[in-house]
C-alpha cells in the first residue's frame, strides 16, 4: 500500500481566494452574479450585540488583514489586543461581491486566534511576575501552531516552544529536555543525562534540568545540582497530576533544598496541566510555568459577521442590531456600543481605527505593542482578578 502524499491541509491559496470558504457562499456569490445584484453593505464581525462584562481578547486581526487586501474594501477594526464584550470588532464595507467568499476564513481566524489569546490573558493575570511559556502546540494540528504561540505573546506571555512557528514568528522558541530524554539514558542514569544536554547545546540555551523523571523531585533536583553545580540556571517539576500529591509543598521543599546548598538563584519552573487556578495556587513560590492546553485548547470566540446596512440603509437579520456602529472605551474600563455619527459616552474613546483601505492593509502588527495593550486593558477592565 503506498503511503498518502498530502498532509490534510488547506494551502494558503485556497483561503486568499474564497474557495476555502462555506458552500452556501459559493452559491450565493453564483445566485446574485446570475441575478446583476451586488449591493454596497456594511458587515460587521460580532460575538455579542450588547456589553455583558464578559471580556475577551481581539487577537487573528493580523491574519484578518493579509486576507482582506487587494479586495476593493474599506475595513476598521479594534487594535489588537483590545478587550471586548460587546458590539463589532470589525467592519467592512464595500459591495458585497467583493468578500462575499471570504467570510468562512475571515471568522476562522478571528474566532480561533482570540480564543486562544484569551485563555493565555486568563494565564498571564493569574502570574503576573512568572515566566510564562506556551507549552501547547502539541494538542493542536501542526498547521495552527503559530496562530496559536502568536495569540500566546498577543496576551503576554513570554515565549513559546514551537521551532516552525519560531521561524513564521521570528521569535526563538524556549525549551531545554523532555523525559524522552533522561528515558534514553536509562534509570539511575538521569546525571549523564544532564551532563550530556550540557555539553552539546549552545551556551546561550538556559540549563534547566528536567528533574522528576523516575525519583522524588527532591532527590533528583539535588542530583543535578550536584551534577551541573553553577552551570544550573534552572530545574523543571512536570509530575502528572495522577502523582503530584501537594505540588505547592513540593516546590516549597525544592526551593529549600536548593536554598540550603548555596543554589537559591536557581529558578523552579512548573509544566503539567496548568491552568490559572494552579498558577495562582503556586505563583508565590515558583519562578515560571509552562502551559499547555488550557491556552492550545481555548474554545474559539463564537463570532459571526452580519450586513447591518444596505445601500445606506440600515439592515439586519432578527436578533442582531440594524446600523453602522461604533464602540467604545470610558477611564472606569467601561465598553460600549452606539451607532456611527451619533455622540459616544463622555470621555469616551472611540476604539475603532482604519484596517485596509481601498485594498491596502494600513496598519503595522507590533507584538510587544499588542501585548502592552492586552496587560494595559486587563488592568483597567478587571479582566482575571488578580
Known sequence: ???????????????????ATD???????????????????????????????QFELLAGVKDAA????????????????TLFDGGPVMRIE????????????????LSHASGVA?????????????????????????SIAAMVERSALVAGLDGFSHVAAGEVLGREPSGTMPHALLICFGRGEQEAAWRAFDEAVPEDVPRIALCDTYSDEKDEVIRAVETLGDRLDGVRLDTTGSRRGDFRHIVREVQWEL??????????????????????????????????GYVSNADPVDFALDIVEVDGEPAAKRGKLSGVKEVYRTPDGGHHVGLRGRDGPEDGEALMEPLVRDGEVVREFDLDDAAGRALAEAAATGFGGE
Open 259 to 292: 536554598d540550603a546548598r548555596g543554589y537559591g538563584e536557581v529558578d523552579v519552573f512548573c509544566s503539567g496541566g496548568l491552568g490559572p487556578a494552579e498558577l495562582r495556587h503556586l505563583r508565590d513560590v515558583a519562578d515560571g510555568f509552562g502551559v499547555g
Open 1 to 19: 500500500m503506498t503511503a498518502p502524499q498530502a498532509f490534510d491541509v488547506v494551502g494558503a491559496d485556497a483561503i486568499r481566494d474564497g474557495t
Open 118 to 142: 484569551t485563555a493565555a490573558l486568563e494565564c498571564r493575570r493569574a502570574a503576573p511576575d512568572a515566566n510564562l511559556l506556551s507549552f501547547g502546540a502539541r494538542h493542536v494540528h501542526p
Open 94 to 109: 464595500g459591495n458585497y461581491l467583493d468578500f462575499a467568499e471570504l467570510e468562512t476564513s475571515l471568522l476562522g481566524f
Open 23 to 53: 458552500a452556501y457562499f459559493a452559491r450565493t456569490v453564483e445566485t446574485l452574479r446570475h441575478a446583476d445584484r451586488n449591493p454596497r453593505v456594511v458587515a460587521e464581525v460580532t460575538a455579542d450585540q450588547f456589553p455583558d462584562g
Open 66 to 81: 493579509a486576507l482582506l487586501s487587494g479586495r476593493d474594501v474599506d475595513v476598521d477594526a479594534l487594535p489588537e489586543g
